[in-house]
């Protein structure tokens, strides 16, 4: 009994300082798609070191092909994107724990999503929320394999 609480509490804990990774992309699909074959940076450390300009353009560009939003939608999901960008590269560069900056990063997500839900079509929004937890489980799947 005492190895599977062990097991679990040593998973939980990983799951959520890798959280703060995944998360901070923005979205892991932003990460996917920016991702080149280099084997020396993981695509989420490729677009944390893009300015926000840039990580807020391909997370948007991604939403776009997905989603097929209109040019209105567009406009108003990359200044979401911009916004909460520039939010979690400040919240990357503050002090705190990982767990302490991961609680914030899903605070950040939160309203996110809960911006986008206004600009979003009901069935855009439910795409969006199923390829995001897609994503996050591949790269769940991911880190696994790496020795997590």
Aim: net charge positive.
């Amino acid at each position: 009994m005492k190895l599977n609480w062990l097991a679990r509490t040593c998973c939980s804990h990983f799951l959520v300082t890798t959280r703060v990774v995944v998360l901070t992309s923005g979205l892991v699909v932003s990460a996917v798609t920016v991702a080149a074959s280099s084997t020396d940076t993981s695509p989420v450390e490729k677009m944390m070191s893009m300015p926000a300009e840039e990580r807020a353009g391909h997370i948007t560009d991604a939403m776009t092909s997905i989603l097929s939003l209109t040019d209105i939608q567009k406009k108003e999901v990359n200044a979401i994107n911009l916004r909460y960008a520039r939010e979690a590269g400040s919240l990357m560069d503050s002090s705190g724990t990982r767990s302490e900056k991961a609680q914030k990063i899903q605070a950040m997500m939160q309203r996110k999503d809960s911006e986008l839900k206004k600009i979003l079509t009901p069935e855009q929004d439910k795409i969006w929320q199923d390829y995001r937890a897609k994503m996050q489980s591949k790269m769940h799947e991911r880190m696994m394999e790496m020795g997590g």
